[in-house]
Antibody, heavy 120, light 107 residues
């Protein structure tokens, strides 16, 4: 059974960076891309970007271009999302989510979420 | 980017009611649409993909329909465990975009 396990809670100052990890298990890592989705408190879901675990190609939402970097470590089946120049509006739960595969590119498996709080 | 407009933003319903949620895309997305259920403090759960295909393990009271720009999620007989927030997602192209969400509350 596929599983995504994310790193723990982060508290950051404005202007700092955060790097969240997402460790995959239970399937062939390089066969399915990973997206990152965030959810601010009381708000909806916001797609941030996607990385191919096969060739590390990326797509980023325009809103995060220049501030977000997604990378992979195939040796540990881990995907990373780094967000720089943090502001209070970046306070959110950050999720990684795996592509479903086949005819659909929906998100079949999700990590448990990582709360990132940005506060001075 | 494709905009997904979901309605209503919230609704109140009783157990046993038929509930319909709609999502409209700003341009045609073929049948590349999924529906998710999210409960407080939990990650979203995929219910339906490719507009109408039920994800494994999802009860048959959930169904999806539509094509092009207009899509619908229907819960035929609302159960207590269905009170949650529902989101649509277009997987037609990048950037992926979600609808704003529909909170289904107990009447």
């Amino acid at each position: 059974q596929a599983q995504l396990v994310q790193s723990g809670v982060e508290v950051k100052r404005p202007g700092a960076s955060v790097k969240v990890s997402c460790k995959a298990s239970g399937y062939t890592f390089a066969s399915y891309g990973i997206s990152w989705v965030r959810q601010a408190p009381g708000q909806g879901l916001e797609w941030m970007g996607w990385i191919s675990t096969y060739n590390t190609n990326t797509y980023y939402a325009q809103k995060f271009q220049g501030r977000v970097t997604m990378t992979t470590d195939t040796s540990t089946s881990t995907v990373y999302m780094e967000l720089t120049s943090l502001i209070s509006d970046d306070t959110a739960v950050y999720y990684c989510a795996r592509d479903q595969g086949g005819v659909s590119r929906n998100f079949e498996y999700w990590g448990q979420g990582t709360l990132v709080t940005v506060s001075s | 980017a494709i905009q997904m407009t979901q309605s209503p933003s919230s609704l109140s319903a009783s157990v046993g009611d038929r509930v319909t949620i709609t999502c409209r895309a700003s341009q045609g997305i073929s049948n590349d649409l999924g529906w998710y259920q999210q409960k407080p403090g939990k990650a979203p759960k995929l219910l339906i993909y490719a507009t109408s295909i039920l994800q494994s393990g999802v009860p048959s009271r959930f169904s999806g329909s539509g094509s092009g720009t207009d899509f619908t999620l229907t819960i035929s007989s609302l159960q207590p465990e269905d009170f949650a927030t529902y989101y649509c997602l277009q997987d037609y192209n990048y950037p992926r975009t979600f609808g704003q969400g529909t909170k289904v509350e107990i009447k």
